[in-house]
């Protein structure tokens, strides 16, 4: 591979937040640290960060893979903002020449800009959210109708990567620890809409706790930063309802 850099077109200063330890940059176990780094057209932010690293500091830590917005592991704070850096440009983000990238807020660090998920994860899983059909592989394949109003509930749900960027925007996740953040919930709400599922129930008792739904104050970060544009906030109201139907009907 050819390690010598692109021709520079002027230069951006670009702090980077350096760190081995678990809290980030909410807890201060690090520092930032400033490099210049070369203009390029249509640059991202993931190109900013990939140039350091094989330009400038080959110990810098972060995670990608797709580079074009699929994979949704290239989330980071950017400005302030948490965003997929492959599909940020530095000239719609930079302030003055300059750019701040610091891991995803509410989750541990591994090092670096580099976070460890299994929390976020974890989380989808106690809001129930595998798929529990009742068929098995010998009887015919369920049918969901595109058009039923189930399936229209859910339409953009669906489309959620696990990126964690609507778990760093939300701000009930960093008052409460134990709250299920946006992501968990949205998958929930589309797993309670589909009719081929048969946990229900216990679905609706995941959501329905001190860590659930009703934690949600409607703040609209998620909604507002996710990059798939997904009504997240959308998606918990409706488990409000749900749930709370489920209580008045005595199941719950």
């Known amino acids: 591979m050819d390690q010598t850099p692109p021709p520079a077109a002027g230069t951006i200063e670009v702090s980077v937040w350096r760190s081995t330890g678990p809290g980030g940059v909410a807890a ?53 903002e ?26 541990p660090v591994i090092r670096d800009l580099a976070t460890d998920m299994r929390e976020f994860f974890d989380k989808w899983a106690r809001a129930r959210g595998q798929f529990t059909g009742s068929r098995t592989r010998h009887e015919a394949f369920a049918v969901v109708a595109p058009e039923s109003a189930e399936r229209v509930q859910v339409d953009l749900g669906i489309e959620c990567i696990g990126c964690g960027v ?70 918990i109201a409706g488990l409000k309802r749900a749930t709370t139907r489920a209580l008045l009907r005595g199941e719950l």
């Open 28 to 80: 201060g176990d690090g520092r930032f640290e400033t490099f210049a780094v070369p203009r390029a057209p249509s640059q991202t932010v993931l190109d900013v960060v990939t140039h350091i690293q094989r330009y400038l500091d080959p110990t810098l830590t972060y995670r990608f893979a797709c580079r074009v917005g699929v994979c949704g592991s290239c989330a980071m704070v950017v400005n302030g």
């Open 166 to 235: 609507c778990y760093s925007a939300c701000d009930v996740v960093e008052w409460k620890r134990d709250y299920l953040g946006p992501a968990a919930m949205n998958r929930a709400w589309t797993l309670l809409n589909d009719v081929r599922d048969d946990r229900q129930r216990e679905r609706l008792a995941a959501v329905a706790g001190d860590a659930g739904c009703h934690a949600c104050h409607t703040h609209m970060s998620c909604t507002e930063r996710c990059p798939k544009h997904l009504p997240l906030t959308a998606a």
């Open 82 to 107: 948490p965003r997929w850096t492959c599909r940020t440009h530095v000239d719609k983000v930079s302030a003055d020449g300059r750019l701040e990238i610091a891991p995803l807020r509410n989750l």
